[in-house]
């Protein structure tokens, strides 16, 4: 690390742990556990406490992380370190919590959040857990610089994290995994590394080491990471596979992964990466100057090198939902250097709702291989694809069909080289008669810049529909019947800068010839980037803002026939249609679990709208089904539900309807919610939310 980086790191975490004293108000976001007659409090303080004393009371706390990693914690036990405090080491409790009752780290008593530095760490996590459940790991302040050079380059380094929760062992699931509200820096983790993938190290990594090793309930929410290498943020699960690494096998997944609120800043290469997951949420972080370096591939190491970077991806998973992010900044180092990716072996994706700006490498890399069902729709690029090699959406290895791009606003600046469409590949991936059906359609692309248009499935598998192409015209602008190429008429054109704010100046004047244009969509999320109502049956406008919403946000149906009216679910929600029909009323397709674990699913959802749904029972209560709203940020609200008299249908099932109370101010989505009871007895069949 030079001189002047030493001093702006310096300024940056005293700035990032004063604003985390001011946003966690004191300790403020310690939860008290679940009532527990086993639970105990424990106390670290690295200035007064004493390592032969008890622990469990601040004036008999200890003082290093000595007694503490020897100990084995039960549910409900809290680790507090003092505030102000500081350690080198690793903090490696051991022992699980349970559901009700996890185990917290945690911060105690006034002042900067607590310092620990894993500089004399040999490999591995400043804090690290293994082969554990059911923690909560809040409100510290963890570095992990072991001040040597360990890069990589030429010679493989060691792996570093600053939170590390991994499991080991084969076949064995691991739950319940929160690791929120956190400052991570400082990480000098390898590019190219020794006996790990290089992209399993750096800021805050939940991974697994071993096939048939995962996670059900990984909760990320709210952390600021900063100058690490070589990951912001990763969940790496390698066991996606049993025998075919081109095969992904929806059981071996980590399920349920949470990954929100949070902000990641100038890291080697990628931001926040999600690697065989199954239902994923990535939502409302922000992720700036990723790629910040790079080893250039040899004859020697081309074969263990990765030069690339991206600022927020899936890959080797199913069901991820990607939304609400801002990425910017990322950085081309000898190919890709995109903000967004669907990288191979994803299936299932959706991306929508997002803010890319000022990347080098464009918008987002849309991988063929093994993946496919991709929707990209209601996202804003900004000035992306700048470096001139890449494009605003580029494909990679053919097409991860079927493709639905539509409803995204694009804007490249006088003078830009970007591509709005690239094909990256050789000829056969980006020929006429590529595989794979995709589409691009009510898309506005307000071109300024010099890019040329390149894709494959020209003319065979590609169509384009009721998009706006303004600005320049090169020659390879893509034939569309009922395109518009006048002036879209934006608020303010050109505008840019951070923050969701900047999107304001893209939204269509009065007078736009985009309103009221576009193609209707089926399945189209019944909202825009701002919120704003879309119909499902009047002519929508072209680009990512409905400058003219129906006077009545339509209602929402979903007859559970497939997953393409709900966002997301979690891993454990399946499509039933087997068993009599009689008794579930008649209704051929239901949603339920595999098994008795709690599930959920999602859907787009406004302000004060209503959930209706039905619910098939044997031998259960409608209590095991619940609703829950949920914020801008990622924050749930309970609503209250009340339920049907039972009406019995046959083979002792019953059929009641379940209607919520209005959705609070501030609901961007809904999840019905499955209680832990048994997966056969509770199944939904309808959902009406309007």
Request: hydrophobic share 35%.
């Amino acid at each position: 690390m030079t001189e002047r980086s030493i001093r702006r790191h310096g300024r940056w975490r005293a700035a990032a742990s004063a604003l985390a004293i001011a946003l966690l108000g004191g300790g403020a976001l310690l939860v008290a556990p679940p009532a527990n007659a086993a639970a105990t409090t424990y106390y670290v303080d690295s200035a007064n406490g004493n390592d032969s004393a008890a622990g469990t009371s601040p004036a008999t706390a200890w003082k290093s992380f000595t007694p503490v990693n020897g100990h084995t914690f039960s549910g409900g036990d809290n680790i507090l370190l003092s505030r102000g405090g500081s350690w080198t080491g690793q903090l490696s409790p051991r022992g699980s919590g349970t559901a009700g009752a996890p185990i917290t780290i945690s911060a105690y008593g006034a002042g900067a959040l607590p310092k620990i530095s894993g500089a004399s760490v040999a490999t591995g996590g400043a804090v690290q857990l293994q082969n554990q459940s059911w923690w909560t790991i809040q409100n510290l302040d963890v570095s992990n610089n072991s001040g040597t050079d360990n890069f990589g380059d030429p010679t493989a380094g060691t792996p570093r994290s600053g939170i590390l929760v991994r499991n080991t062992v084969g076949n064995t699931l691991q739950r319940g995994i929160v690791i929120r509200g956190n400052v991570v820096s400082d990480v000098n983790g390898c590019f190219n590394c020794d006996g790990i993938d290089a992209h399993d190290n750096g800021g805050i990594v939940v991974d697994t080491t071993q096939l048939g090793a995962s996670f059900d309930g990984v909760l990320i929410e709210n952390n600021t990471v900063q100058d690490v290498g070589r990951t912001g943020i990763v969940v790496w699960d390698a066991s996606y596979f049993t025998t075919n690494m081109t095969v992904i096998v929806q059981s071996a997944l980590t399920s349920n992964v949470r990954i929100r609120a949070n902000t990641v800043i100038d890291t080697d290469s990628d931001g926040i990466l999600a690697f065989g997951t199954d239902g994923a949420v990535l939502e409302h972080n922000v992720v700036r100057g990723a790629g910040q370096r790079t080893i250039v591939p040899t004859d020697d190491n081309k074969d263990t090198v990765m030069p690339s970077s991206a600022g927020l991806w899936p890959t080797r998973g199913m069901n991820t939902l990607v939304q609400f992010n801002e990425v910017s900044g990322t950085q081309t180092h000898t190919t890709d250097g995109q903000g967004f990716d669907v990288d191979m072996g994803s299936i299932n994706t959706r991306v929508q709702y997002n803010y890319s700006h000022d990347n080098e490498g464009g918008f987002i890399l849309l991988m063929g291989g093994f993946s496919s069902d991709v929707v990209v729709r209601d996202n804003l690029s900004v000035n992306d694809g700048w470096g001139g090699e890449k494009g605003i959406f580029t494909f990679s290895w053919g097409v991860p069909a079927p493709v639905k791009i539509y409803n995204n606003t694009v804007y490249i600046p006088a003078g830009s080289p970007a591509k709005p469409i690239y094909c990256d590949g050789d000829a056969g991936a980006c020929a006429s008669t590529t595989p794979g059906q995709w589409s691009f359609t009510n898309n506005i692309i307000d071109n300024h810049g010099t890019g040329e248009y390149t894709y494959p499935g020209l003319g065979t598998n590609a169509s384009f529909a009721s998009n706006v192409f303004s600005g320049n015209h090169p020659v390879s602008e893509p034939a569309d019947a009922t395109k518009i190429t006048a002036d879209p008429q934006f608020v303010a054109a050109g505008t840019s800068g951070d923050g969701f704010a900047v999107a304001d100046a893209y939204k269509l004047t009065a007078s736009s010839p985009a309103i009221a244009s576009g193609q209707v969509m089926t399945s189209n999320g019944l909202r825009d980037f701002f919120g704003n109502a879309v119909s499902p049956t009047a002519a929508p406008s072209r680009g990512f803002h409905e400058a003219a919403p129906p006077a009545i946000a339509p209602a929402l149906f979903d007859p559970a026939d497939d997953w393409s009216i709900s966002t997301a679910r979690s891993a454990n929600v399946v499509l039933d249609t087997t068993g009599p029909a009689s008794n579930m009323a008649g209704d051929t397709s239901r949603i339920k679990r595999t098994n008795n674990q709690a599930g959920w699913v999602r859907w787009d959802a406004t302000p004060g709208k209503t959930v209706t749904l039905s619910g098939y029972f044997f031998n259960q209560q409608p209590s095991s089904l619940t609703v829950v709203a949920l914020d801008a940020s990622g924050g749930e609200t309970p609503v209250a539900t009340t339920a049907t008299a039972a009406v019995a249908t046959t083979n002792g099932w019953t059929k009641r309807t379940l209607t919520s109370g209005a959705l609070p101010a501030g609901t961007r989505a809904v999840e019905v919610r499955f209680g832990p009871v048994s997966a056969w007895g509770v199944q939904i069949g309808d959902i009406t939310i309007g």
